[in-house]
């Protein structure tokens, strides 16, 4: 296979994907780097001093930064919580045999594949919406007083929202690691003895592991980057009791025009990626070899 | 015409050389296979002549001319892989035309040298069916359907009956000599099995990390294996090798006499030792016989009904004619030595 | 996981899975239902399930007074164009990688996925101003190339994982069968490759449609998909319950059509291999 003639075609051959994408890598950042250390904002963008390391202390000590940074880990921990754990009783439950089993595979499923501005719309105001939405009426129609949702729990109903997108991607990938696992083990392990709960926890969880430690890290890669979400429900706030370190950095640019401030913030937020990522990139690195 | 020499050639994978130097002469019609243990380079080899890999350095003559840069569709031979490698997308009858089509051969041509193909190799029944519905047997003769029709000026085979079956194997082998008869077309074969090997070859060619340890004829290799490594390799069972003093008896480093050439007897003999296991196979039996002279037991053939049992106490006396003798570097001494005492 | 199961477990658990199964889709469901009322009817208490007079009218209503299929065709242009962009500069790398991989094979693979994992917002600036300096911003041109260049890395390794699996001899017979490598693609590789190029076309058109960062922050109007038409339903005048559904599931319909077709692709293409 590895003739030299080939060998010269395959290098020509990658070429062009592997120079654009270095391209997009290190120009963009190399210049965010750059732009973080002037003192930079569009209303005056032809006077562009260096600062040095100001923007970063300005944008650190900044209390809405700690406020965004608290919400990103909570928007991400509190998703990740709720669809690993709901992922995998959602996906024991369809690993069993009941009638309509595709069907019901494909309403769990659905909420992937919705926009996440349609998402989020959908459950503001026809879900959240403490006159009209669905969930007040219920409460309502339970005797219990509706929630205002968008103002009184902002973080927790973006968390929702996001986690009812994450969710079936989550139970997807477990119920594929799921259905991997060979009867054989099973009936081995039930041969031994073993109760269902024994068999789940010493057998099954253990056979999944490895697709849930996909799933978190891959859902922290895009969770950290929850933008739209926020943007068409409470806009950060009240306050910046909704703001995540992505919504801030992008507010920072394209409404308050302060570029050399977003700058620092995306930084910043490269770094707290890079942490997820080497973890990530580790794991599947480990899998090509296999 | 097919005629194949190797002039020294090299092959790196990098740093490993998997190949140090090589020269190997294959002649127009011969049968050549090449043996060796799991990883000495018959693939390699095998590639190389094929153009399917780069050689580091060295010359590769086909028919005369140079082909060391030619590509694999150039050099005139034809392969059959291992694991078949036919297009799964393809009919049978579209697999065997590909090379033809690929030629630019003409539609009636085409036709006409495929149902040859597929009638002499019975799989007139198949030709519609895609590869996936085939058993393996008929996979394999897909296979070799697509490297006859091409008229090859040498066939190279890689490992191609190790899928099969052992009924089916024994079949196939048939198959491929008949066809090597008719054809007399070079054909070039690697193979781990000692029985493809033996009956097949006109001359068999033994590897070990990329080194020719010695070619010739079944035969010869079996009569005169050059050194204790050819000699423990080809033949089965395997020669027993022994060292020390048994071999000091013969003026040799090392002394080897197959099973086949040992007499036993439950009365008296050379060596005394305990039966381990005993092989009944039918038309043979195998001892494995535990003996002070040796540490590994010793591999006897006693008739299809000799009458021994694991425990017996039997004796065992080399052939002296059959014995062969090796020197402190393993190559063979000549002469057959004479037992001393 | 067939196994032989009382009658009554079999039940017990089709209602519950059901249960479970309808909670998760309700809002589509309810979404769906609502863009068939009226204002009137989409926002009466106690909501009505199914027993109100259903209507199109909303469905005509966004599009006169929207412009609706002007956004529909951006989506269109714009997940269709990083598509094909993108499979242009996959295909032959992941052929490369996959046929003749050298050492280095495996970290350009890792180096793209890292690649992937830069946030939006730390090259969000540049791009934002470079779109400005260019002329870009509200481009369609622009928008295909952003989307092109994120999603690049998921086309790679799932075009790579697939041709992973196609195995090595049988281009090796290809070529001693006289292929050239024109050939060697069109006649052999191709047909093989089909199904995977096909689900990888899939799930990118999927990601594209539904990228709700770029286009948000790169888009005002002309060259507007979707989501930033759906977003500009965010501060309301008056009644419109029912027209954001309409447009909503005009929105999402093709995408969660597209998306249950391709469930297994869509596994292993966001896994990046890792679950199959
Ligand atoms: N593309 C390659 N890159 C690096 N090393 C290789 C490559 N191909 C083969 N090798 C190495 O070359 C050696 C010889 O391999 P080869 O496949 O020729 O062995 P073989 O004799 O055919 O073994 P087997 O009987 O198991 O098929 C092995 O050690 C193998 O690991
Ligand atoms: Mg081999």
Redesign the pocket.
Same mark, same amino acid.
């Given at each position: 296979m590895?003739t030299l003639h080939t060998k010269s075609a395959a290098r020509a051959m990658m070429a062009p994907a592997v120079i654009v994408l270095l391209i997009w890598m290190i120009v963009p950042l190399a210049m965010t780097l750059y732009f973080s250390t002037l003192n930079y904002t569009l209303y005056n963008p032809f006077s562009t001093p260096f600062v040095g390391f100001e923007n970063y202390s300005y944008f650190l000590t900044d209390p809405t930064f700690l406020a965004a940074l608290a919400n990103t880990l909570v928007l991400v921990l509190g998703v990740l919580a709720i669809t690993v754990g709901g992922g995998i009783l959602i996906a024991l439950l369809l690993d069993q045999d009941f009638y309509g089993v595709n069907i019901v595979r494909l309403l769990v499923i659905a909420p992937f594949f919705v926009m996440p501005t349609v998402a989020a719309l959908v459950w503001k105001n026809m879900m959240m919406n403490p006159v009209y939405g669905v969930i007040g009426q219920l409460l309502q129609s339970i005797g219990l007083a509706p929630i205002d949702w968008m103002t009184d729990v902002p973080l927790l109903s973006i968390v929702i929202i996001v986690a009812w997108q994450w969710l079936p991607f989550a139970t997807l990938i477990l119920l594929t690691a799921l259905q991997s696992l060979s009867m054989d083990q099973k009936e081995a392990a039930e041969m031994d003895g073993a109760k269902a709960l024994s068999i789940f926890w010493y057998i099954t969880l253990p056979h999944m592991s490895r697709a849930i430690t996909v799933v978190i890290l891959i859902q922290t890669i895009f969770l950290l980057s929850i933008y739209a979400e926020i943007l068409v429900t409470t806009q950060g706030g009240p306050g910046s009791q909704s703001t995540n370190i992505t919504y801030l950095v992008a507010q920072q640019a394209t409404s308050y025009g302060d570029i050399g401030a977003a700058s620092a913030g995306g930084i910043v937020a490269v770094i707290l990626a890079n942490i997820v990522a080497i973890f990530l990139v580790r794991l599947i690195g480990k899998n090509l070899d296999a | 015409m097919g005629q194949i020499h190797l002039e020294k050639v090299r092959k790196a994978?990098g740093d490993?050389v998997?190949i140090p130097e090589l020269d190997l002469q294959i002649e127009d019609g011969e049968f050549v296979v090449f043996v060796?243990p !799991?990883?000495?380079?018959? !693939?390699?080899?095998l590639r190389l002549i094929a153009g399917l890999e780069d050689v580091t350095g060295g010359k590769i003559v086909i028919d005369g001319k140079d082909a060391t840069t030619l590509p694999p569709a150039k050099r005139g031979l034809a392969m059959v892989f291992q694991s078949y490698a036919l297009y799964p997308h393809m009919s049978v009858r579209k697999n065997i035309a590909f090379p033809l089509k690929m030629a630019g051969m003409d539609k009636a041509e085409i036709d006409k040298r495929v149902d040859y193909a597929a009638k002499t190799l019975n799989l007139d029944n198949y030709i519609d069916r895609r590869p996936g519905q085939l058993s393996g047997g008929q996979r394999q003769r897909v296979a070799i359907g697509r490297a006859i029709v091409r008229e090859p000026e040498a066939f190279l085979f890689d490992?191609p009956l190790s899928n099969l079956d052992a009924a089916l194997r024994v079949g196939m082998r048939l198959e491929i000599s008949e066809l090597h008869q008719r054809l007399k077309t070079t054909m070039i074969y690697?193979t781990?099995d000692q029985v493809e090997a033996m009956t097949m070859a006109d001359k068999i060619v033994v590897l070990r990390a990329g080194n020719i340890e010695q070619v010739g004829s079944p035969l010869e290799l079996y009569l005169h294996p050059r050194n204790t490594f050819v000699a423990g390799f080809i033949g089965s069972p395997k020669m027993n090798l022994l060292g020390g003093n048994e071999a000091a008896k013969y003026q040799a480093a090392t002394m080897g006499v197959r099973p086949e050439h040992i007499r036993l007897s439950t009365a008296d003999g050379a060596w005394k030792g305990t039966v381990k296991v005993s092989e009944h196979l039918g038309s043979d039996t195998f001892l494995h016989v535990e003996s002070p002279v040796h540490d590994e037991p010793l591999t006897v053939r006693a008739g299809g009904e000799f009458p021994v049992h694991a425990g017996d106490v039997v004796y065992l006396t080399p052939e002296p004619d059959k014995v062969h003798r090796f020197d402190d570097k393993g190559l063979a001494m000549k002469g057959n030595g004479r037992a001393i005492g | 996981m067939a196994r032989n199961v009382t009658k009554g477990r079999k039940i017990g658990t089709t209602i519950l899975a059901w249960f479970v199964g309808l909670v998760i889709f309700f809002p589509i469901l309810w979404t769906f239902l609502t863009s068939f009322k009226t204002e009137l009817q989409a926002i009466s208490i106690p909501p009505v399930f199914v027993g109100f007079d259903w209507t199109l009218e909303n469905y005509a209503t966004i599009q006169t007074q929207s412009n609706y299929f002007h956004f529909m065709a951006n989506s269109i242009y714009l997940s269709l164009g990083s598509t094909a962009l993108g499979l242009i500069f996959a295909i032959p790398a992941a052929w490369a990688m996959a046929f003749s991989p050298t050492k280095r094979t495996k970290d350009v693979l890792l180096w793209m996925l890292s690649t992937k994992m830069l946030p939006a917002v730390g090259v969000l600036i540049p791009v934002y101003l470079m779109f400005i300096r260019f002329g870009l911003l509200d481009s369609r041109l622009g928008l295909i190339v952003v989307l092109f260049l994120i999603n690049l890395p998921i086309i790679v390794w799932m075009l790579y994982t697939y041709f992973k699996e196609i195995p090595g001899e049988i281009l090796e017979a290809a070529r001693m069968d006289g292929a050239s490598l024109r050939k060697e693609i069109t006649q052999v590789l191709a047909p093989m490759a089909v199904p995977g190029i096909a689900s990888t076309i899939l799930l990118n058109v999927i990601l594209s449609w539904n990228e709700a960062f770029w286009t948000l922050n790169l888009t005002t109007s002309n060259a507007a998909p979707l989501t930033a038409f759906i977003a500009s339903f965010s501060s309301p005048q008056g009644n419109f319950y029912a027209k954001l559904s309409a447009a909503s599931m005009l929105a999402i319909a093709p995408i969660l059509i597209v998306g249950w077709f391709s469930q297994k692709q869509l596994v292993r293409g966001l896994t990046f291999g890792a679950v199959k």
């Open positions: 590895a | 994978f490993v998997i060796g !799991s990883g000495c380079g018959k !693939s390699t080899l490992e690697v781990h | -």
